[in-house]
C-alpha cells in the first residue's frame, strides 16, 4: 500500500492505494467522486478524462501513485459558486448530451481543447474529441455544444 496525496478541484486529499490502483478508481472509490466513469478501461472510450495538472487525461491509464502531488480537476471541480462553467453550460443549452454517461469527459476534453485552440475550427474540435466516444447520438449537437462554450470561455 502507498500513500497518495494530491489536489482536487482544489481541495488538499490523499488515501491509501495498491500499487496497480487506477487514478479512476482512487478517484471513484476512494475520494466518492463519481462524475468521472469508468466506460472502458482500455483508453477508448475517454469517458474517464479528467486534468492532470492543468492537461487533460484518461484517468483509466494513469495509475493512481503516478499523480502524487499533482493537482487534478474532474467534472465536480468545473463549476464555480454553483454556476455551471461555460463549457458545461453549453453542452446544456445545446443539448450535448443524451444519457450523459461521455458528458464528463466529453466536457474535460472541450475544455482541454479550448485552452490550446480558443476559436477552434469545426474540425479541430471534432479531431479534438476524436478520443471519446458517444454511444447514444450524433456528434452535431456536441460539436455546436463545443463551439458555443469556447466563445464563451473566450469572454
Known amino acids: 500500500m502507498s500513500t497518495v496525496s494530491v489536489t482536487v478541484n482544489g481541495q488538499k486529499l490523499s488515501g491509501d492505494v495498491e500499487a496497480r ?28 478524462v479528467v486534468h492532470l495538472d492543468g492537461k487533460a487525461v484518461k484517468s483509466c491509464t494513469v495509475l493512481a501513485v503516478q499523480a502524487q502531488g499533482a493537482a487534478i480537476t474532474t467534472i465536480e471541480g468545473l463549476a464555480t459558486d454553483g454556476k455551471l462553467h461555460p463549457m458545461q453550460e453549453a453542452f446544456r443549452e445545446h443539448h450535448g448530451l443524451q444519457c450523459g454517461f461521455c ?10 481543447l479550448v485552452q ?11 479531431e479534438g474529441l476524436e478520443g471519446n466516444i458517444c454511444r447514444c447520438t450524433g456528434y452535431h449537437n456536441i460539436v455546436k455544444a ?9 469572454r
Open 21 to 48: 490502483t487506477l487514478l479512476v478508481h482512487f478517484l471513484r472509490d476512494k475520494l466518492g467522486l463519481t462524475g468521472t466513469h469508468v466506460g472502458c478501461d482500455t483508453s477508448q472510450c475517454g469517458a474517464c
Open 103 to 112: 458528458t464528463p469527459g466529453m466536457v474535460m476534453t472541450a475544455v482541454d
Open 116 to 126: 490550446s485552440h480558443p476559436n477552434p475550427t469545426e474540425q479541430q474540435i471534432r
Open 146 to 154: 463545443v463551439s458555443a462554450g469556447a466563445k464563451a470561455m473566450g
